[in-house]
């Protein structure tokens, strides 16, 4: 009974930051698309007469004189077979600092005038350097492109055509944009449907098409009767095509869904009221309504990918956890290359930056609730859009159009099942009465259309006799008393149906299956977003050993288990990976999972209505006790955002365990151990709290930690972990500088549970019983406040005895703390140095990293070594506070810095101007955080 440990079984039931070399030669490619699309339809429109005659070829290969392959034609255009154009392109992502030289231009000439072609063409974004141009004769000119002859470079046969330059300069932009400009003219000419987004869809299909020729994987030459043959397509067609689409090169922070299908109307919609060639300067706004599940995300998503092009960049913001809205904002601002100024809140800053920016920039909040959440991040004036999903259809601004987002129509929910149901145009019409019955059941319910049709793909059979079999397993899964309300029970029962059948019948399924539901079903549990899945894969095993005295710390899973189990959730649509790596560092934290919303909440429903007696409690112990040790660790490693992303999934734990108690339980152990790790699940998001300098907030959750033990404070354990509470919260009233007599209600019982440790026969009780002591007595020594108060005196007196019969040789903290102060008083700096030396050198914290930094300081201004004194004293000023953690330590720390400066400056008299500057730049900083900090202080 002794042990806290336990054994379960669970159950099933677009940036603004340099490119890189991939980015460069991403670039060049897209660049190289756009421009081989928009060649070869202007030179059809122009020629149209040889439309039956004209073949586009891609990257054409041809001979050398030696022999060799020369690719140095990038596209051609060929006419009855006899070649027509070729264009070699070159492009720069910064082509006005990087201009066109004489060396580059002759070696592509060289080399194109070998090759027979009536046009021979260098097609290039950058501009002519000043030596090029002074050779180059200018021919014309044509909105942004101009071409040139080169008489002094190499030259065609006699008899044949001038090789020729053609400088544009136009963006990728403005490129896509003639593009669909002239799809757009091929399309009425064919009686076929304009709209803007169905013609940038049109663009993107193209694009891709001929990245897949250049690939190898299409033909790579294509006619142009074919090619036209894509642009005309009806729009059901390019629905159904670009449903399936794979956007490319993923954009950072914007979710890649597989449509169900791309709902031309309402993209049209989004767009009229997104309209970016608008002369306006205060943001547009739109706000996608309707119920969960109909495809707001999706849509939102969309919109994303269609328009990436037309954005400077994107920032998407999942808001269903108010509280990580701002975690988001401070990760964006990181990736915008911009930082927040201590002693200022995020939300200006942020504003500040999208006000600024020349723009144009897209906001999405998606999953936002009330609007007050959010608008203090909105700039009042800027040249950008804002796309607002929500469930929520009231209280938007009177200014903001609401687009109420509807469930399938019947021929777009048989075109979806089609889709996902991998049924041809061929069988569709032969099936369609059966399919209509199917989605007609389902309420038309975009989600569970699309899951219910992955289900018929993976299973064998006829679909009119396995929609019998479907519907009859639907009915006895349907239970009225779990189903949210006003959602259909059928389509309730449909995701119910599509998790269960997670990759069945397939070798993923068999390996992998179980893993793949754990993640979803028992995941369920923590929040939906940003579901971290090292954690959740090691949290959901079969069989988890539960030791509260040895702390999991943050690993990764074999990465073939990571890659099957999302193999899985693939095959039901029902989980998206996200890769969240915060300001850049990957940690296990990084790759997660984001459950659908409404999945997650049918899932949660059907999970707890059917979990065996105890197991509730048991999953619950096992999943605080992965929290408690994943969170202490990467808050002591420093990784702020990913502490931000578990303290999510911990809130929301703590929360459903509220709703749900008293639960059941296998058997007393179980009952303690559970009461145990939500006690220190407590006590470790309280440390987070009071790191950010919310001392109210860090106060309460000590106080709900330390009545989580009160039933178990006969046993030791309990006593001790409530004193370290205990000396946890004494330490937070010192910072807030709380009343003595609120601080002697919690010394009291903390003396009893130490008193008890140092006389225990058991050596690590001992140990701990002394640093508690020395810990709480720190704190106390703190400020003068607690220091000469009468009513601490006391507990001060005891407390300094225990400490100081310690007999370890290797101290705590708190003991160097006290060390250290003895040190300091006796003016023995040259020692105390010695040990802060050794002491950093040792420190795994960040936290405690800062306060030893500021004592090294201390130590540096009292041994004469100055010019090393002020400049840690620069560094320490300017480190960042991450999301307001560390704000605590930073503080402590610059005010010791500070009265030190203050305190030297007149004994230093040839050292005084540059003690005095540095100690304006400490008061300036100190400042800041305590505009953060003393806001923050306990209530008494």
Not at 26 to 31: K, S, T
Not at 84 to 92: D, P
Not at 871 to 882: E, K, N, R
Request: negative net charge; charged residues 20%; aromatic residues 6%.
């Amino acid at each position: 009974m002794d042990s806290l440990a336990t054994k379960y079984l669970t159950t099933t039931g677009s940036r603004m930051v340099a490119l890189g070399g991939g980015g460069i030669a991403a670039f060049g490619l897209r660049y190289q698309y756009l421009v081989t699309a928009e060649y070869v339809l202007g030179f059809l429109r122009n020629n149209l007469a040889l439309i039956p005659h004209a073949t586009l070829v891609i990257e054409p290969l041809h001979r050398k004189d030696d022999g060799k392959d020369d690719d140095v034609v990038d596209f051609a255009v060929e006419i009855d077979d006899e070649p027509s154009h070729n264009v070699q392109v070159k492009s720069s992502s910064e082509p006005d600092d990087h201009p066109l030289q004489p060396a580059a231009a002759g070696e592509v000439f060289e080399r194109l005038v070998i090759h027979p072609a009536e046009e021979r063409i260098l097609l290039t974004n950058k501009p002519l350097s000043p030596v090029l141009a002074d050779a180059a004769i200018e021919q014309t000119t044509y909105a942004s492109r101009t071409e040139y002859t080169w008489p002094s470079g190499p030259q065609a046969p006699i008899g044949a055509a001038e090789p020729r330059i053609i400088f544009d300069s136009r963006s990728t932009a403005e490129l896509f944009d003639s593009i669909t400009e002239l799809i757009k003219g091929f399309r009425v000419e064919r009686g076929r449907s304009p709209g803007t987004v169905t013609c940038q869809l049109l663009v993107s299909i193209l694009v891709d098409f001929i990245f897949s020729a250049a690939a190898g994987t299409e033909p790579s030459r294509i006619s142009a009767l074919d090619l036209l043959d894509k642009l005309v397509m009806p729009d059901a067609a390019i629905a159904q095509v670009a449903g399936g689409f794979d956007w490319g090169l993923p954009i950072t922070n914007i979710p890649n869904y597989l449509s169900t299908v791309p709902r031309l109307g309402y993209l049209n919609e989004i767009q009229s009221h997104l309209d970016l060639t608008k002369d306006v300067s205060t943001p547009s706004r739109v706000v996608l309504a309707g119920r969960t599940g109909n495809g707001k995300t999706v849509l939102a998503s969309d919109y994303c990918h269609i328009e990436a092009i037309s954005y400077a960049f994107m920032c998407w913001v999942d808001c269903r956890d108010v509280g990580f809205i701002e975690p988001q904002i401070r990760n964006l601002i990181e990736q915008l290359n911009e930082t927040v100024p201590a002693g200022t809140t995020i939300g200006p800053v942020f504003a500040g930056i999208l006000g600024r920016h020349p723009g144009p920039w897209l906001l999405i909040f998606d999953g936002l609730q009330n609007r007050t959440d959010i608008e203090e991040y909105i700039p009042s004036r800027g040249y950008g859009s804002i796309i607002i999903a929500s469930n929520n259809s009231l209280n938007w601004w009177p200014s903001a159009p609401v687009i109420e987002v509807a469930e399938f129509t019947e021929d777009e929910a048989i075109d979806c099942f089609a889709a996902y149901a991998d049924i041809g145009p061929a069988d569709l019409d032969r099936a369609r009465d059966s399919i209509r019955e199917i989605v007609v059941r389902l309420g038309l319910v975009p989600l569970a259309v699309s899951m219910s049709a992955i289900y018929f793909k993976n299973t064998e059979g006829q679909l009119d006799e396995l929609a019998l079999q479907y519907f009859s397993d639907l009915e006895a899964l349907a239970d009225d008393a779990s189903i949210p309300p006003g959602f259909p029970s059928t389509a309730f029962a449909a995701i119910q149906h599509a998790s269960r059948s997670l990759a069945k019948g397939t070798r993923t399924g068999q390996v992998y299956g179980r893993s793949a539901r754990a993640v979803v079903e028992i995941g369920c549990l923590l929040a939906p977003e940003l579901l971290p899945l090292n954690f959740i894969l090691q949290a959901t095993d079969e069989s988890v050993y539960v030791d509260l005295a040895n702390l999991p710390v943050p690993t990764e899973v074999d990465q073939a288990l990571r890659r099957g189990v999302l193999s899985a959730l693939r095959t039901q649509s029902i989980a998206q990976r996200v890769v969240n790596d915060g300001q850049g560092n990957r940690t296990p934290v990084s790759e997660t999972v984001a459950v659908h919303p409404l999945v997650h909440d049918i899932l949660r429903r059907s999970y707890l209505a059917a979990v065996p007696h105890g197991y509730l409690e048991s999953q619950c112990t096992v999943f605080m006790y992965f929290l408690v040790g994943w969170l202490g660790k990467l808050r002591d490693q420093g990784e702020f955002f990913a502490v931000e992303q578990l303290r999510v999934h911990a809130d929301d734990l703590l929360a459903l365990i509220a709703e749900n108690e008293p639960l059941s339980s296998m058997s007393r152990q179980s009952l303690r151990v559970f009461s145990y790790a939500k006690a220190l699940l407590r006590a470790e998001l309280s440390t987070c709290a009071a790191s950010r300098g919310r001392l109210q907030q860090a106060l309460e959750l000590g106080h709900a930690a330390t009545q989580d033990l009160a039933p178990w404070l006969h046993e030791q354990h309990a006593r001790l972990i409530r004193a370290k509470i205990l000396s946890n919260m004494i330490g937070d009233l010192s910072i807030g500088e709380a009343a003595p007599e609120m601080v002697s209600t919690l010394v009291n019982p903390l003396l009893v549970a130490v008193r008890e440790a140092t006389a225990s026969a058991d050596e690590s009780k001992r140990r701990f019983g002394y640093v508690i002591a020395a810990e709480t007595l720190s704190y106390l020594n703190r400020t003068d406040l607690h220091r000469n108060s009468p009513l601490l005196a006391g507990a001060r007196t005891e407390l300094a005895g225990i400490a100081d019969s310690d007999p370890s040789a290797n101290p705590g903290g708190a003991i160097q703390n006290n060390l250290a102060n003895r040190l300091y008083e006796a003016g023995q700096f040259d020692e105390l140095l010695r040990h802060v030396l050794l002491w950093r050198e040792a420190n795994e914290s960040i936290e405690n990293g800062v306060l030893l930094d500021a004592l090294m300081i201390v130590c540096q201004l009292h041994t004469d070594d100055i010019d090393n004194a002020l400049a840690a004293t620069d560094a320490l000023v300017s480190t960042s506070v991450h999301a307001n953690y560390v704000l605590l330590s930073m503080h402590e720390a610059l005010k010791k810095v500070g009265r030190e400066l203050h305190r030297v400056i007149p004994t230093l008299p040839a050292h005084r101007d540059r003690l005095q500057s540095a100690l304006e730049r400490v008061l300036a900083r100190y400042n800041q955080l305590s505009d953060l900090s003393g806001g923050a202080r306990p209530d008494s």
